[in-house]
Every structure is written in structure tokens, then in C-alpha cells.
T-cell receptor, first 109, second 113 residues
């Protein structure tokens, strides 16, 4: 079993829909990152969380440390949100980032 | 602040050839990472530098991969000789230290034919 599991693996949404991507992890962490990767390959850091909730524009990220679970929400989705969204945790035991496999999001107009 | 710069953006080489990638991290970021991302998978850490010293290179295939970070700033990653399975995106990232946010570069997409 992977230490970081994301769901769903693939997601297709209609423009304007509310989107949720989930991340569960099984290791002790000091922080959780949500990353966005566009087809060209480069990665953009969206959020770094260690507790609670963060909001940036239409993006909201939450984390529940006790349940070892985080969610990334996109409100009023738009085709430009189409990308791969990656959850990564900083494992305290391994002292490095451990990545999920990513969620491929496609938003249709 | 300027982002993490990587070059080249794309590279196509034949197997058994050599290739080098370059990374310029954000100024003041002591920690630099090289990741390999194979299509459909999450990034895998190849090597982590703290200033110009190696912190973790446990997943670096040292028979063919090498990396250096001279003067604790720019870094190069080299593959010699390349194999077909080295086809991947090579990402460079930097951070002030591992407890801070990471900034990733645009990546180098390597195709070995």
C-alpha cells in the first residue's frame, strides 16, 4: 500500500462545478503539500498545510491530522483548472517529501 | 522573486548517449532537490543537497547518474550512459529548508530513443 493515496485518479467535471480531491496518508508528517502540474511538466505549489484550512482564490485546502486526511476543493471550476493535482507529505520518519500518484482533472466548457 | 530555472526544457537522445541538466534555485535557498518523474507516477527524489553537501542520494543510480552543486548555488544532473527507462521529467526544486514550502522548476522532459 502506498504511503500517500489520492482519489479519484481521474476526474472530469463541467465548468462551474464544485470539485473535491482527496488525499490519505499513513505516515507521520510535519506538513502536507498540494501541488499543481500542467502538461508541460512544471509543478506549482498551491498550499502547504500542517493543520486546519487554507484558502486562495477559488481553491480551499483542509487537513485533519487525527484522520490523516486532506482535501483540495475547487469552487466554480474552469477549464484552465485542468491539470494534475498532487498531494505530497513531508514524512518525519523518512525526512523527505513522499508524493501521491496525482489526480488528473479535466474541466470541460 | 524569480523562480527555479531549469534547462533545457526538452531533450531527445539515443540510448548510451550522455545528457546533462542544469538548475538554478531561488537565491538564498539552501536546499536543492532533483526528482525523476516517470509518466503517470509521482516524483521520486534522486538527490538532495544542503548547500553544496549531499544529504540524501539513496535513490540515485550511481552507476550512471551523477550530480553536483558547486558553491552551493547552481546544480547539474548528468546521466551517462542513458537507458530507455530514463525517459522521464526531471524536476529541480529548492527550499530554505525542508520545513518551508518548496518551489519547483518547469522540469526537463527527457526522451531516450
Amino acid at each position: 500500500k502506498n504511503e500517500v493515496e489520492q482519489s479519484p485518479q481521474n476526474l472530469t467535471a463541467q465548468e462551474g462545478e464544485f470539485i473535491t480531491i482527496n488525499c490519505s496518508y499513513s505516515v507521520g508528517i510535519s506538513a502536507l503539500h498540494w501541488l499543481q502540474q500542467h502538461p508541460g511538466g512544471g509543478i506549482v505549489s498551491l498550499f502547504m498545510l500542517s493543520s486546519g484550512k487554507k484558502k486562495h482564490g477559488r481553491l480551499i485546502a483542509t487537513i485533519n491530522i487525527q484522520e490523516k486526511h486532506s482535501s483540495l476543493h475547487i469552487t466554480a471550476s474552469h477549464p484552465r483548472d485542468s491539470a494534475v493535482y498532487i498531494c505530497a507529505v513531508f514524512s518525519t520518519a523518512r525526512n523527505k517529501l513522499v508524493f501521491g500518484a496525482g489526480t488528473i482533472l479535466r474541466v470541460k466548457s | 522573486e524569480a523562480g527555479v530555472a531549469q534547462s533545457p526544457r526538452y531533450k531527445i537522445i539515443e540510448k548510451r548517449q550522455s545528457v546533462a541538466f542544469w538548475c538554478n534555485p531561488i537565491s538564498g535557498h539552501a536546499t536543492l532537490y532533483w526528482y525523476q518523474q516517470i509518466l503517470g507516477q509521482g516524483p521520486k527524489l534522486l538527490i538532495q543537497f544542503q548547500n553544496n553537501g549531499v544529504v540524501d542520494d539513496s535513490q540515485l543510480p550511481k552507476d550512471r547518474f551523477s550530480a553536483e552543486r558547486l558553491k552551493g548555488v547552481d546544480s547539474t544532473l548528468k546521466i551517462q550512459p542513458a537507458k530507455l527507462e530514463d525517459s522521464a521529467v526531471y524536476l529541480c526544486a529548492s527550499s530554505r529548508d525542508s520545513n518551508y514550502g518548496y518551489t519547483f522548476g518547469s522540469g526537463t522532459r527527457l526522451t531516450v530513443v
